[in-house]
């Protein structure tokens, strides 16, 4: 069964730092673009940061550049999304995504193959 499980969330305060985590079983990410989408109460769901399957170049949404990184760890097969220097803007609940053979429009792709349940994150003022 192919799936991505999603962990690390939580609560922060602001300036703080959270480490996602995004476990794939069933598949290997190697073919796939990986990102990290997020949804705000009342918002609709926006890319934060994503990475290309084969070049791996990684992309990232202005509000959190310099603060996110987003890094893949291939014996694991999972995905990392390290938050610093966390804004109370950043509460959201947090969903990996994987596009197979996905290029440079990861960061606005909306048809993933797979998604993860979500988690969610709080940062605190």
């Known amino acids: 069964q192919m799936q991505l499980v999603e962990s690390g969330g939580g609560l922060v305060q602001a300036g703080g730092s959270l480490r996602l985590a995004c476990v794939a079983s069933g598949f290997t990410l190697d073919y796939y673009a990986v990102g990290w989408f997020r949804q705000a109460p009342g918002k609709e769901r926006e890319g934060v940061s994503c990475m290309t399957s084969f070049d791996r170049n990684t992309y990232y949404a202005d509000s959190v550049k310099g603060r996110f990184t987003i890094s893949i760890d291939r014996l694991k097969n999972t995905v990392y999304l390290q938050m610093n220097s966390t804004k109370p803007e950043d509460t959201a609940v947090y969903y990996c995504?994987?596009?197979?053979?996905?290029?440079?429009?990861?960061?606005?792709?909306?048809?993933?193959?797979?998604w993860g349940q979500g988690t969610h994150v709080t940062v605190s003022s």
């Open positions: 995504a994987v596009d197979l053979y996905g290029g440079s429009k990861c960061l606005t792709n909306t048809k993933n193959d797979y």
